[in-house]
């Protein structure tokens, strides 16, 4: 909700989505209490159905849609040999599917009026895969791998596609992770800022501000290596070894 609080203090109308609309309704509100636009409309990106019918509810209300913030996603944390396929199959599902399924809905009526910015969250672990995370690195590889290709498909349309890498953030996702020795949580709001930065700037890969990521980043293109030992260690500080 940072996101669309940050987005709504620089005036614009946000649209809110997420399966539990209870909630989105008091954030709705919260914002409008604020002195911002906000409308808010359930949507579960795991279901086609629900999808369509939210993307039409927000076209038939505002018209367009300028900017696409895919942010739902899940993530769970085990050995890969103790990981349920249950949780396999809904981390992708959410995490790439979702992202898909939303995409691909709104993206006609962005070609239409020749103009949008679709920002993808992915997240450090897509670039540094994170053992106990092997499947939602995956996933998270894959939002990076197909925010590529979709830019290279529409941007003589006018439309930018570019992907965001939050490191280890305070929500409740972030709580659960367990990575020992990693550097802190950093605040939602410090994360929503640069998400904000990155879509005004038309980032085509943008992380967090601040040393710990950027050099992350390029230890992970200059020393891979180095990289893999490191979240290996990590890994193993923050989750007994399998034998
Ligand atoms: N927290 C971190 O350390 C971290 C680090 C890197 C990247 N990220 C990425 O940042 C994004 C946001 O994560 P977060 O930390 O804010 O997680 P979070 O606290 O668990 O929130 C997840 C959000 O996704 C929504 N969501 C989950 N399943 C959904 C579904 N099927 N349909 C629609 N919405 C759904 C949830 O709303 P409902 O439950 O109401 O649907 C909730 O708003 C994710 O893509 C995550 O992978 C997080």
Redesign the pocket.
């Known amino acids: ?1 940072a996101i669309a609080k940050g987005f709504a203090r620089e005036g614009a109308t946000v649209i809110l ?4 609309q209870a ?2 309704e008091r954030e709705t509100t919260a914002i409008a209490a604020a002195g911002g636009k906000a409308w808010c409309h359930a ?5 086609e159905d ?1 999808v369509k019918a939210a993307v039409a509810a927000m076209l038939d209300r505002f018209m367009r849609v300028d900017i696409l913030i ?6 769970y944390q085990d050995y890969f040999v103790d990981y349920s396929l249950e949780h396999i199959c809904q981390e992708f ?3 790439c599917l ?1 992202m898909m399924r939303v995409t691909h809905a709104l993206l006609p009526a962005m070609i239409r009026n020749r103009s949008g910015v679709i920002m993808n ?5 897509g670039l540094a895969p994170f053992p106990t995370c092997a499947s ?1 690195s995956a ?2 590889a894959a939002v990076v791998a197909f925010t590529q290709a979709l830019r290279g498909e529409v941007s003589a349309c006018g439309i930018h596609v570019g992907v965001f ?13 367990r990575m020992v020795g990693s550097p802190k ?1 950093v605040a ?1 709001e410090i ?1 929503a800022g640069a998400i904000l930065d990155a879509v005004a700037g038309r980032k085509k890969l943008a992380t967090i501000p601040g040393p710990a990521a950027n050099l992350g980043i390029l230890m992970i293109r200059h020393f891979p290596a180095a990289a893999e030992q490191m979240m290996t260690d990590i890994a193993r500080k923050s989750m007994p070894p399998k034998n």
């Open positions: 909700m989505t997420a399966r539990d909630r989105l949507m579960d990106v795991v279901d629900s895919n942010n739902a996603g899940v993530a599902d959410v995490n979702g969250i992915s997240s450090l672990l939602y996933t998270k890498l939050p490191g280890h953030t305070r929500t409740e996702m972030g709580d659960r992770l949580p939602v994360v």
